[in-house]
């Protein structure tokens, strides 16, 4: 079974999106996603200062089974990356809420006003209940 942290806001892409700050969400995939994917062995991430928009591809990543884009669950701008997955990209397995997170983008505006369109915990529960 796929853990699933209360909080945190997703997408029906398998991001998970949580508040830094008022502007600034920090992003990742779910547990669901990187045990669908299987062992990650490559990520590719926008850099700081790119702009991502809601819904588009922001990246991929890249597992002994497949290659997949990563989907931006808000609109901003790039200003951090967890430059360690380009060393150690198996992190995303280990603690895709943790150590696994990707990317941190400030937002124009409120971040959890911004979030209030992703699924809740409960709601992504149910949608992965159905894709399992």
Do not use: C
Not at 104 to 122: F, H, K, N, Q
């Amino acid at each position: 079974m796929s853990v699933i942290k209360p909080g945190l806001r997703y997408t029906e892409e398998h991001e998970w999106a949580e508040p830094a700050d008022s502007r600034i969400v920090r992003i990742g995939i779910t547990d669901f996603a990187q045990s669908q994917l299987g062992d990650i062995v490559f990520v590719e991430f926008p850099e700081v200062g790119d702009a991502v928009q809601t819904d588009q591809p922001m990246g991929t990543i890249e597992s002994v089974k497949t290659v997949s884009d990563l989907f931006s669950p808000v609109n901003g701008t790039v200003i951090k990356v967890n430059e360690a997955l380009l060393n150690s990209p198996e992190a995303v397995n280990e603690d895709p809420y943790g150590a696994g997170w990707m990317i941190e983008v400030e937002l124009e505006g409120d971040a959890a006003e911004a979030l209030t369109r992703l699924l809740t915990a409960e709601q992504y529960e149910s949608f992965t209940a159905s894709e399992g």
